[in-house]
């Protein structure tokens, strides 16, 4: 069976935009707003040389009204039926308590975690892994998912995982 990858975070971080890089698609919808997928979405990953099936979510806001609350339990499903979760954190604003709130779900509930520092465009890549190391993951990339930077990497060091 192939291997399933969920990409996890906060809103707004970037999560559409990568699974549109790594499917070769435009399936998943990207805005400038946060909260715009409400459902998981998979598609079949293309970039990296063995198949995978991908898995774009809402993200996880630890918010209780409940719109929210179905995103996040969309989510939770995610990450329990994932082989490995991609937390996407933004590198441009740094960690910020949501970002706590998910790194303690995924600590509990995903199998292999990969945190991946997204929108270094602009930014030192050094000085955005920094900060994000106290977020307690030891497997870390840094990219630009909209510039297609470092996503050739970001797989290759996810199959090392299989
Ligand atoms: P999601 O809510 O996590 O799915 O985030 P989206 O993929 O919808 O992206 C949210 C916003 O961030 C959009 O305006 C994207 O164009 C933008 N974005 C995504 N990746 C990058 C990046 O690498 N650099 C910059 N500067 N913006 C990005
Ligand atoms: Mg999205």
């Known amino acids: 069976m192939k291997p399933t990858i969920a990409l996890v975070g906060r809103p707004n971080v970037g ?5 549109n890089k790594l499917t070769r698609t ?7 707003m ?3 997928t409400r459902d998981r979405q998979y598609g079949d990953g293309k970039v990296g040389g063995w198949p995978y099936l991908l898995v774009d979510t809402g993200g996880l806001s630890g918010a209780p009204d409940s719109l929210d609350a179905a995103m996040a339990d969309q989510t939770l499903c995610a990450v329990r039926e994932a082989d490995l979760v991609v937390f996407m954190v933004d590198g441009r604003s740094g960690i910020v308590s949501v970002d706590e709130e998910i790194a303690d779900i995924l600590r509990r509930h995903a199998r292999h975690v990969m945190l991946c520092v997204n ?5 030192g890549e050094d000085k955005a892994q920094l900060d994000f190391h106290q977020l307690g993951f030891d497997n870390m990339v840094s990219i630009a ?5 470092g996503v050739q990497q970001l797989i290759e060091e996810i199959g090392d995982y299989f």
């Open 119 to 123: 929108k270094i465009d602009g930014i």
């Open 15 to 19: 999560k559409s935009t990568l699974f």
């Open 34 to 36: 946060p909260g715009l």
């Open 145 to 149: 998912a909209s510039h297609n930077r």
């Open 26 to 32: 435009q399936d998943a919808l990207v805005a400038d």
